[in-house]
């Protein structure tokens, strides 16, 4: 049997220690310091003799760590936070001493499967048959650029004298698509959106039959929808670009990586109508399905055709090609994984998906109530109605270096980390709510400084 020495016995006791601690306690906020600032702390960390356990512990404890800002802090607000919940934080640590083989039925059956059923939760969320399957991949970018390659694939078998290949979606895409784009060596058609931000199906069809009237060599493999955009929460028309898809023979994409995770949610789920017509789609846990980094369930309405543009083919590998076994490699841009699906597994599992619509409510309605005290304020001036959890307004009479200088100073200050993002052109401030945790008084705290 293996035992741990003394000093590894110790270290056990001293990490178990932190992390628990860091899970109990709302740690501050902490923020960045530069690479000279963290020199003249720790010096070179990589030493022929090793630092040893506890010392190196220390390092990152008492320095590192708090270099970097705690992206589950109530009053972060900024990009998309993370809010793990307790149950798929502590189950990480179990995860991580586990060495779980993600990649194959062969050597993970037990997490393959787990993992599948709660894919199998959101694939009903959004209406998907029973023969839907899919993987979780790191995040939301590889989720995209695995999905579009399958679309591409299945292109061409069925259009072989294609030239140029393109993918259409809005002006209001996430960035991952223009570089799933460029890695593919694939046209981004941009679909003007609506003043509101939205691509609808009759813009895309006018888009579409208009590309490909002047370019007839050319053909549009895939459509890319996002079901609420990342800075404003903006969920494009599913049932008509669906529909237009689907009489035009496109693969249709719809990028959840952010919103989708409100299908859960009955009083906003009829926003994302349509989203049963698509041929794969995304949703990142780790944004706000409350589970830690990284995590993006891809999920394929036929996976069989994944399967074929993904699985890599080796000798050393024939012997996992039992068509019966689901193996999570073959279906995205990836061999080795962790299961990092199983943390957003154990905590669906232990807390049930009707805490997960209370959880998800909780922020919807702190972003409405955002919403409310934004509209009462006399400084500021609310850009868009929310309707997911992302809330972007305006301080009146700021210029760019003003919102930027308040942002240092609330991160300064530990208060919150509220970035300057912007929208057409003029910066804004917006919170992006996925946290249960984060509460009125926080969102009047950070308010009081506007
Ligand atoms: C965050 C996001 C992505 C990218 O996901 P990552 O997990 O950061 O790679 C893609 N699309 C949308 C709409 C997003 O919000």
């Given at each position: ?7 590894v016995?110790?270290?056990?006791q ?29 010096g ?38 993370s ?20 990649g ?9 499967f ?66 799933a784009?460029?890695?593919?060596d ?26 490909l009237a ?37 693969w ?37 399905l ?84 934004i ?19 305006k301080?009146?009479g ?5 919102y ?6 609330l ?17 804004i ?22």
């Amino acid at each position: 049997m293996h035992e741990f020495n003394k000093e590894v016995e110790a270290l056990a006791q001293e990490i178990l220690a932190y992390s628990l601690e860091r899970l109990r306690d709302n740690p501050p906020l902490d923020g960045p310091q530069t690479p000279q600032e963290l020199f003249a702390k720790v010096g070179n960390t990589i030493t022929e003799d090793g630092l040893g356990g506890h010392q190196a512990l220390k390092v990152f404890t008492d320095t590192l760590a708090l270099a970097c800002i705690s992206t589950d802090h109530p009053r972060y607000l900024s990009f998309i936070p993370s809010a793990p919940s307790e149950h798929s934080n502590l189950f990480d640590l179990v995860v991580g001493s586990s060495a779980v083989y993600g990649g194959s039925w062969l050597e993970g059956a037990g997490a393959v499967f787990a993992e599948n059923q709660a894919l199998r939760w959101i694939s009903d969320l959004a209406g998907f048959p029973q023969s839907s399957g899919g993987v979780f991949v790191q995040g939301g970018t590889i989720g995209n650029l695995s999905a579009l390659v399958a679309a591409r694939m299945r292109a061409r078998e069925k259009y072989p004298d294609v030239v140029r290949w393109v993918i259409a979606s809005s002006s209001e895409a996430h960035s991952s698509i223009k570089s799933a784009a460029e890695i593919m060596d694939v046209l981004v058609l941009d679909v003007p959106a609506t003043d509101a931000g939205v691509m609808t199906g009759a813009n895309f069809e006018v888009c579409a039959d208009a590309y490909l009237a002047e370019n007839p060599t050319h053909r549009i493999f895939a459509v890319v929808a996002t079901a609420g955009t990342t800075n404003l929460g903006i969920i494009d028309d599913l049932d008509g670009v669906g529909l237009a898809a689907q009489q035009r023979d496109i693969w249709f994409h719809v990028d959840g990586a952010y919103g989708l995770a409100a299908l859960c949610a009955p009083s906003v789920r009829a926003l994302f109508n349509g989203v049963e017509r698509a041929d794969s789609f995304i949703v990142d846990p780790h944004k706000w399905l409350f589970a830690p980094f990284d995590a993006c369930a891809l999920i394929y309405r036929d996976p069989t055709i994944a399967k074929r543009a993904h699985t890599q083919h080796a000798s050393y590998l024939d012997t996992l090609e039992d068509p019966d076994e689901w193996n999570p490699s073959d279906y995205a841009i990836h061999l080795t994984r962790r299961a990092r699906g199983l943390p957003f597994w154990f905590s669906l599992a232990a807390n049930g998906t009707r805490e997960y619509s209370n959880s998800m409510q909780q922020t919807l309605d702190i972003a409405q109530h955002s919403a409310a005290l934004i509209r009462q304020h006399p400084n500021l001036e609310l850009i868009h109605e929310p309707k997911l959890s992302i809330v972007a307004f305006k301080r009146l009479g700021w210029n760019a270096a003003e919102y930027e200088a308040w942002s240092d100073k609330l991160l300064a200050d530990q208060i919150g980390f509220v970035v300057p993002s912007s929208h057409h052109g003029e910066p804004i401030l917006r919170f992006a709510i996925v946290n249960p945790w984060t509460t009125e008084s926080d969102i009047s705290e950070i308010l009081a400084t506007l």
